[in-house]
């Protein structure tokens, strides 16, 4: 997990605005902004696509750039 180009501990904190690139197995990347960090450390599961928004989902390819 990488926050707004750096590489995350899992003690680093996320704020608004905050861009989160995410590694999604071996072949896919999500990048989302954070809009809303909850007070909570739990929110039901209606409210959790809320908190933000996907900017962009990239496949992957793998070494040599051919797709499976």
């Known amino acids: 997990i ?3 180009g750096k590489l995350a501990k ?3 904190a996320v704020k608004v605005g905050d861009q ?3 590694s999604l197995g071996a072949n896919r ?3 989302v902004r954070v809009l809303i960090v909850p007070v909570t450390k739990s929110v039901p599961p209606d409210w959790a696509a809320t908190l933000y ?3 962009s989902e990239d ?3 793998p070494e040599g750039g051919n797709a499976p």
Request: hydrophobic share 65%; aromatic share 6%; proline share 6%.
């Open 59 to 61: 496949a992957v390819l």
């Open 53 to 55: 928004t996907v900017l």
């Open 10 to 12: 899992p003690s680093t």
């Open 20 to 22: 989160i690139l995410l």
């Open 29 to 31: 990347q999500l990048l």
């Open 2 to 4: 990488w926050i707004n």
